[in-house]
């Protein structure tokens, strides 16, 4: 028998997704990355269909979808989000975002894609998520971000020896880190290249929750947090967030570097990490070659 829709629009999308074998997504978090996947879902760059979204502030919401042609409807917390009618749902949020609602989201029988990875190089976190996907069947995916060579770090990760992460950014794109609470440097005093953090992954995360997430994928895709070491370089010079990456070990050495133009809506995302977001959602959703790991 057909399923016709007699209800509102929540069960009109549902209807209209599965009748055409798109895959529903969920957005928790509404700001510069929520907003750029919405808009390319909306336009049709991912094969998918937005249908629920949710930020703490019902504004960034309301704005997010005044900018859609297709209006999905906005959830009145993240448990609503969590339980709604999804297959996937997208966190591009906070790192608290993800530690308090990623186990509900697993729960749910919801996929789930994080972008704010340093939650999960707290321990308890990454077990509670990794013993989620199993319990529940469910996957977790964690897009590249603002570099390149995940790949090959994963594929010498047993054979690796010493990883550092070296990033330079322009003092106004660390603003607001917890790092300044304690430290005496000010993000608007520093004139010159200036080093203010040398130290490990794990502690870089903590300290720079909206600025190092690339810390965070390549700790887990090598050598753990702990034994990842990273600089970060505040250059008032600079227009661009530069991340350098050299490896060593018994398979030989690499060195990568890439130099991100930061997103014109967040100085302290890569527009790299938007466009990796992107594409790995579209690659989620749809049924073309893989290429790459």
């Not at 590249?144 to 994963?154: H, P, T």
């Not at 550092?164 to 607001?176: D, E, I």
């Not at 490896?247 to 990568?256: E, H, L, P, V, W």
Request: proline letters at 4%; hydrophobic letters at 40%; one cysteine or more.
């Amino acid at each position: 028998m057909c399923y016709v829709p007699v209800n509102p629009i929540t069960d009109l999308t549902r209807w209209l997704a599965k009748s055409i074998g798109l895959k529903r997504i969920g957005l928790l978090g509404c700001g510069a990355i929520g907003t750029e996947i919405a808009i390319a879902i909306d336009s049709g760059k991912i094969p998918a269909k937005l249908t629920h979204v949710f930020d703490f502030s019902k504004d960034s919401s309301q704005r997010l979808v005044s900018k859609l042609k297709n209006k999905p409807v906005i959830t009145e917390n993240a448990g609503l989000l969590a339980a709604s009618p999804v297959d996937l749902i997208v966190e591009a949020a906070s790192q608290d975002a993800v530690r308090d609602n990623a186990l509900s989201i697993l729960q749910n029988r919801k996929d789930l894609m994080i972008m704010s990875v340093g939650a999960l190089l707290d321990e308890s976190i990454f077990e509670i998520v990794s013993e989620g996907c199993k319990d529940f069947n469910k996957r977790v995916f964690l897009p590249s971000g603002a570099i390149a060579g995940l790949d090959s770090i994963k594929a010498v990760k047993n054979e690796l020896e010493s990883i550092v992460l070296v990033t330079t950014k322009n003092p106004k794109a660390l603003k607001g880190a917890k790092f300044f609470e304690t430290s005496k440097i000010k993000p608007d005093e520093i004139k010159g290249s200036t080093v203010i953090y040398d130290g490990t992954a794990e502690e870089a995360v903590r300290l720079f929750p909206a600025n190092i997430n690339v810390a965070a994928l390549i700790s887990l895709a090598g050598i753990g947090s702990s034994k990842t070491k990273v600089r970060i370089v505040a250059d008032p010079k600079t227009n661009k967030n530069t991340h350098e990456i050299q490896a060593s070990g018994k398979f030989g050495m690499f060195s990568i570097k890439i130099e991100n133009i930061p997103s014109e809506s967040n100085p302290k995302t890569s527009r790299l990490a938007i466009l990796s977001a992107i594409e790995c959602l579209r690659k989620i959703c749809d049924g073309e070659i893989q290429i790459g790991t």
